[in-house]
């Protein structure tokens, strides 16, 4: 079955970094893009990035572009978001998802437990 | 300021039906695949609907979705007190700057 284990949060003071990981298995991680999509506490849904099956394309939220980045490990079936520069606003649980489809997203299939961040001096 | 604009609260007695509206524009609904998210309370989104009206294995018939221009409509039938979540609708947005838009949630509320 389908799993898709987030790690690396914690809490990170104003400015600084933090690499989260998504850990795949159950499916062949190499042939689908990936999302990464964050919930801040008590509030909805925001989409923060999408890669590619193969790492060649990634769109990003306007809110974290130049910010962060995802990139994908296929030989390691393993998904990152590096944030750097981070804002207390930064602050919310992020979420790992598979996308059905392989060169722009299509719909989420599979979704990780999540990972908080906490961004707080 | 979602892009996708869905009403924030809805409420039903078990077994009745309620309707969940998601509208957009034609850079999103209107020219792209929408798709539902169910979250139920502590727990991570799980695929409800996608292609507007497809439902993956595993989920009732109760559950159904449809797509007319640009706005989309998610309804449920036979309300159960587990139905009880924030649902979210969501699509791709094809503008200049592309990007995969959430619409701000509805929560559901089974009286």
């Known amino acids: 079955q389908v799993q898709l284990v987030e790690s690396g949060g914690g809490v990170v003071q104003p400015g600084g970094s933090l690499r989260l990981s998504c850990a795949a298995s159950?499916?062949?991680?190499?042939?689908?893009?990936m999302h990464w999509v964050r919930q801040a506490p008590g509030k909805g849904l925001e989409w923060v990035a999408f890669?590619?099956?193969?790492?060649?394309?990634?769109y990003y939220a306007d809110s974290v572009k130049g910010r962060f980045t995802i990139s994908r490990d296929n030989s390691k079936n393993t998904l990152y978001l590096q944030m750097n520069s981070l804002r207390a606003e930064d602050t919310a649980v992020y979420y790992c998802?598979?996308?059905?489809?392989?060169?722009?997203?299509?719909?989420?299939?599979?979704w990780g437990q999540g990972t908080l961040v906490t961004v707080s001096s | 300021q979602s892009v996708l604009t869905q009403p924030p609260s809805v409420s039903a007695a078990p077994g009745q039906k309620v309707t969940i509206s998601c509208s957009g524009s034609?850079?999103?609904?209107?020219?792209?695949?929408v798709s539902w998210y169910q979250q139920l309370p502590g727990t991570a989104p799980k695929l409800l609907i996608y292609?507007?009206?497809k439902r993956p294995s595993g989920i009732p018939d109760r559950f159904s979705g449809s797509k007319s221009g640009t706005s989309a409509t998610l309804g449920i039938t036979g309300l159960q007190t587990g139905d009880e979540a924030d649902y979210y609708c969501?699509?791709?947005?094809?503008?200049?700057?592309?990007?995969?838009?959430f619409g701000g949630g509805t929560k559901l509320t089974v009286l």
């Open positions: 998802a598979k996308d059905r489809g392989v060169t722009i997203p299509y719909y989420f299939d599979y």
């Open positions: 034609s850079s999103n609904i209107g020219n792209n695949y």
């Open positions: 969501g699509t791709w947005d094809s503008s200049l700057s592309p990007n995969w838009v």
């Open positions: 890669i590619r099956y193969d790492g060649s394309n990634k």
């Open positions: 292609d507007n009206n």
């Open positions: 159950g499916f062949t991680f190499s042939s689908y893009g």
